[in-house]
C-alpha cells in the first residue's frame, strides 16, 4: 500500500504500474488523500489504483468497513 497527497506523484507510479507483470500489480495498491495531512486521513473516500483500474477505496474493499 502506497500512500500519497500528491497527483503527480500518484500519476507517475501508476504508469509504472501499468508497465510492470499482474504479480507486481497484485502486490501494490496506490491510494491518494489529497487531504493527507500528519493528522488526517480520510481513506474511505480515497482515489485507489490496483490492478490497472482506477476505483476508490470503497469499492476496492467493500461497503461495509465497519465488520
Given at each position: 500500500?502506497?500512500?500519497?497527497?500528491?497527483?503527480?506523484?500518484?500519476?507517475?507510479?501508476?504508469?509504472?504500474?501499468?508497465?510492470?507483470?499482474?504479480?507486481?500489480?497484485?502486490?501494490?495498491?496506490?491510494?491518494?488523500?489529497?487531504?493527507l495531512s500528519v493528522t488526517k486521513f480520510?481513506?474511505?473516500?480515497?482515489?485507489?489504483?490496483?490492478?490497472?483500474?482506477?476505483?476508490?477505496?470503497?469499492?476496492?474493499?467493500?461497503?461495509d468497513l465497519a465488520s
Open positions: 500500500l502506497f500512500i500519497t497527497n500528491k497527483e503527480p506523484l500518484f500519476r507517475t507510479y501508476k504508469r509504472y504500474l501499468e508497465e510492470m507483470n499482474s504479480d507486481a500489480q497484485e502486490a501494490i495498491i496506490l491510494l491518494m488523500d489529497r487531504k480520510q481513506f474511505e473516500d480515497s482515489r485507489c489504483f490496483y490492478l490497472g483500474k482506477e476505483t476508490n477505496f470503497k469499492t476496492l474493499f467493500g461497503d
